[in-house]
């Protein structure tokens, strides 16, 4: 037999079928042959293509052996199912209301049931929100203000969920592998009840969800979710030796929510026609629009989290734990970022200071702060305690004159105006939007350069701004700081640092510093810039502005807006300070050039 050097780094059916034909044609018996014969290039056919499915199906069974290379959602679901993680399924979108009430009892609370339903409008979209607890309505006091009509009972800041309850009952039976698979797909797993009926009924008991075994044992009312086939999850119990498995013959009934993921969110108002009791409703006032509706995690976000998730098993040591761990389980959150709080101002000993950066808001409720110290809590060491904080924001002005080639293209300034604010969004949204991010100014322009490639250059200029309540009654001091270095390079156009309008002593006043680290109170009222009174100072290398002792007279908005142009061109975001875009802060002059 000769020595063949087959091709095996290439399986592809061609070549598989020339090394057939080398091969067959250094054997003695087949070198004659003409092997673009019909008969023996049909049966080299059926080798080669044999040859080609069989190294296909087995490079198929080798991806999905792997997390990092497997395509199928079951073979990922089973990765990650190894690394104890629980993807993320349907969330249903929350809202808050009051609801304000008519009862013609003499009680003195009304309770509205656990699963007391709303319907959710915007336009032609209708939704179903429910209740997720009890929820006792208390009487209105008789000198309360702006209470709807016939109303003598209200419930106040009330969460509705978005979604429908639903009930699946099994029978537990002696089989060792039975398996208790929820049929609906778009289940929001945070809202399972599972409840075990034994006993002919004689005996009825809720378990609870755990998601570790520690401190359980055999006497354990608890459950597990695990991920199952074909985008399902399953309810796992105890063994008898950790965790108590419900006995043979009894009911178990798991009642959760379906819901419709991301689609309900921005509906902002609510009816319902339910009467509870005696009671009938007769308002329903929006407090926040429901927000936090999303689909099941990508398999993207699973094999990014499944690896980080079972690093931190389950408890938070380390600043990348708390990341790990809330945005795993949180799907409004956008960003986490966790320090020391050594590291604060003052410094807060004892203390794990973790900003929480929320998608479509740039608020953190406190109900939101206690949804996640209560779950944070639990897996930290007892003598730290988590301090949840509202990121410091800074916002970036973009003022930038594009100039295109009119002969390069068909579209219109505002059509060009509209791809280059795009582009702007699309910067903000991938590279800047969350915390220890930078904004790279040449990256920025390439961005606007290549929105069209009509456009020829751009010229760009941005500045920061931050934002300060205004307090008007009494003298108060006032500290602002952008943690990055500020250009004092004072011209007879532009101050350091300046700010919006106010009133002061009978005069429409602004901050503006005189480019020695000196803040003043000015006025323009007569035309040419006056300086009133020195105020506070400001130190540019560290970019924090101080401001003592003001008085201010009105402020519109209740707000004043600090601007200054950095140092750098490039500009970073420390600790818990995000830097971010708004539309509203982007100017954009279009220039129309024949080249």
Do not use: W
Not at 380 to 391: A, Y
Not at 521 to 526: H, L, R, Y
């Amino acid at each position: 037999m000769s020595n063949i050097s087959n091709d095996l780094a290439t399986l592809d059916f061609a070549t598989v079928k020339e090394n057939l034909k080398t091969y067959l044609k250094s054997q003695s018996t087949f070198k004659d042959y003409d092997f673009e014969a019909s008969n023996i290039n049909v049966l080299l056919d059926i080798l080669a293509y044999n040859t080609n499915l069989n190294a296909f199906y087995l490079n198929m069974i080798s991806n999905e052996m792997f997390l990092d290379s497997a395509i199928i959602r079951d073979s990922i679901i089973s990765h990650a199912k190894e690394l104890n993680y629980l993807p993320r399924s349907f969330r249903s979108s929350i809202a808050t209301v009051n609801v304000f009430l008519r009862d013609t009892s003499d009680d003195a609370t009304v309770l509205i049931p656990r699963g007391t339903s709303f319907t959710g409008s915007d336009g032609n979209r209708n939704f179903t929100f429910v209740t997720a607890e009890n929820i006792l309505a208390t009487s209105i006091g008789i000198t309360e203000t702006g209470i709807p009509n016939n109303a003598n009972f209200k419930a106040m800041d009330v969460l509705i969920y978005e979604g429908d309850y639903v009930l699946d009952s099994f029978v537990s039976t002696a089989e060792i592998n039975q398996r208790y698979v929820i049929s609906n797909k778009t289940i929001d797993t945070n809202s399972i009840i599972v409840t075990v009926i034994e006993d002919n009924g004689a005996t009825v008991q809720q378990y609870l969800k755990r998601d570790t075994l520690f401190g359980l044992d055999a006497q354990s009312k608890v459950f597990f979710i695990q991920p199952a086939e074909g985008d399902t999850y399953e309810i796992i119990f105890g063994d008898g030796v950790i965790g108590r498995p419900p006995k043979d013959n009894s009911i178990i009934n798991i009642e959760y929510r379906a819901c419709n993921g991301e689609l309900p969110n921005g509906i902002n108002t609510f009816t319902s026609d339910d009467n509870i009791d005696t009671a009938s409703v007769v308002s329903v006032q929006t407090v926040k629009t429901a927000t936090g509706g999303s689909l099941p995690e990508s398999l993207d976000s699973i094999r990014l989290n499944a690896p980080r998730a079972f690093s931190t098993q389950e408890r938070v040591v380390t600043s990348s734990d708390y990341s790990a761990l809330l945005k795993a389980n949180f799907t409004e959150i956008n960003d986490v970022v966790a320090y020391g709080g050594e590291l604060f101002d003052p410094p807060l000993f004892g203390k794990v200071i973790v900003a929480v950066d929320l998608k479509n808001t740039d608020d953190l409720p406190e109900s939101f702060k206690q949804k996640y110290n209560n779950f944070i809590k639990p897996r930290s060491p007892l003598s730290i305690d988590p301090l949840f904080v509202k990121p410091e924001y800074t916002y970036v002005s973009i003022s930038t004159k594009v100039k295109y080639n009119i002969n390069a293209t068909s579209l219109n300034i505002d059509d060009i105006r509209g791809l280059v604010l795009s582009a702007i969004q699309q910067y903000n949204d991938n590279e800047i939007n969350g915390f220890g991010k930078t904004l790279r100014y040449s990256k920025l322009i390439t961005a606007i350069d290549n929105a069209q490639a009509a456009i020829v250059s751009n010229d760009t200029e941005v500045l920061a701004t931050k934002f300060i309540t205004a307090i008007l009654n009494g003298s108060n001091n006032y500290r602002v700081s952008f943690n990055f270095a500020i250009d004092n390079n004072v011209t007879f156009d532009r101050s350091g640092v300046s700010s919006s309008q106010f009133r002061f002593q009978d005069r429409e006043c602004f901050f503006e510093d005189d480019g020695e680290g000196v803040m003043n109170i000015v006025t323009k009222d007569s035309g040419e810039t006056e300086v009133i009174t020195e105020i506070g100072d400001v130190n540019y290398e560290t970019g924090v502005i101080s401001i003592s002792g003001m008085s201010f007279q009105s402020v519109a908005g209740g707000v004043i807006t600090f601007s200054v142009k950095p140092r750098d061109k490039d500009i970073e975001s420390q600790q818990t300070s995000i830097l971010r875009v708004l539309d509203s802060d982007v100017k954009i002059n279009i220039e129309q050039v024949r080249i």
